[in-house]
């Protein structure tokens, strides 16, 4: 392998617990080091989790974090300042319901959420504790994919031919769940959650940028793979279900230019420790301490498939 990126997805609190199992797996399995990829890209909950490791927080740190034992005071401040489990009503509006008409998914679905109220300051505060004066992290090829939702268009911002944004702007703008956080203004334009549009957009990582890609994707799954329940039921059908296809379908553009794709989604005995509210503050180390246990599992096979294929 000469060139690597590591694409982390959308998940919210319980997806990002989810992440660092599988991060500390990977690294145990393979001896890779997320914070050496040559591309970090990551997508709301996936971009809070590229911030700490751009910033150069170890999977160790990222372990002991949700385990409440990390040493870095940036740390332990940003998992006490874990969102709460529901958000705000929301205030009156929709953002944009001509994407009913020229989008298809959660995409189209956005154009009539409403505005969202809850306080993202602890993702700004996040950012500006790893970043310089300069808003930048120390990663040179970090990217944190939003959705444009006037223009309808994903951007990955820190990609060469993305607008400037600091990291505290891309990681708002990447986190901002329509309806939960507010919309991100940067420039002339508006963001909300990049994971409206794709869970992990993988096909915006192109083959210059990597020959092997490492896709975690809290939020997608093999076919039938859902969390116990009728909730899992629910959130397979509004969620889980379309959000593994658009991957599958990206997956296989990165196929087709050449690059080595290494999928690691989340399996049945994942979710059966996740569970289905992927915002659930108060099961965040319940979820981790599963997530230990299922995710070299989850790894292991994804790594085998890779291998074969």
Not at 131 to 160: I, K, Q, W, Y
Not at 174 to 186: K, L
Not at 198 to 227: E, H, K, Q, W, Y
Request: net charge neutral; glycine share 10%.
């Amino acid at each position: 392998m000469t060139k690597y990126a590591v694409a982390i997805g959308c998940g919210g609190t319980i997806g990002a617990a989810w992440c660092a199992a599988v991060l500390h797996s990977l690294a145990e399995q393979t001896g890779i080091d997320p914070r050496e990829a040559d591309v970090l890209q990551g997508t709301s909950g996936g971009a809070e989790m590229v911030t700490m490791l751009a910033g150069g927080v170890g999977v160790q740190e990222l372990v002991d974090m949700h385990r409440g034992v990390a040493r870095d005071v940036r740390l332990q401040a940003h998992i006490a300042a874990t969102p709460r489990s529901y958000p705000l009503v929301p205030r009156p509006g929709m953002l944009n319901p001509r994407l009913l008409w020229t989008h298809t998914g959660h995409a189209r679905a956005t154009g009539l959420a409403p505005i969202g109220r809850s306080d993202p300051t602890w993702l700004q505060d996040l950012a500006d504790a790893f970043s310089d004066n300069a808003g930048r992290l120390p990663h040179p090829n970090t990217r944190m994919v939003a959705f444009d939702f006037l223009a309808g268009e994903r951007v990955a911002f820190g990609a060469p031919d993305a607008p400037s944004a600091t990291a505290g702007e891309a990681l708002r703008a990447s986190w901002a769940v329509p309806g939960w956080m507010p919309p991100v203004a940067i420039g002339d334009r508006r963001f909300v959650d990049g994971g409206v549009a794709s869970t992990a957009s993988v096909d915006l990582i192109n083959a210059a940028d990597a020959d092997t890609v490492f896709v975690i994707a809290p939020m997608a799954s093999p076919a039938g793979c859902r969390a116990p329940g009728v909730a899992g039921v629910t959130e397979q059908v509004l969620l889980r279900r379309p959000m593994s296809r658009v991957l599958a379908t990206e997956i296989a553009t990165a196929r087709k230019r050449g690059m080595h794709v290494v999928p690691i989604l989340a399996s049945r005995a994942d979710l059966a420790g996740l569970g289905a509210n992927f915002m659930n503050r108060g099961h965040r180390r319940a979820a981790f301490e599963a997530a230990m246990i299922s995710a070299p599992t989850t790894v292991r096979k994804a790594l085998t498939i890779s291998e074969d294929s």
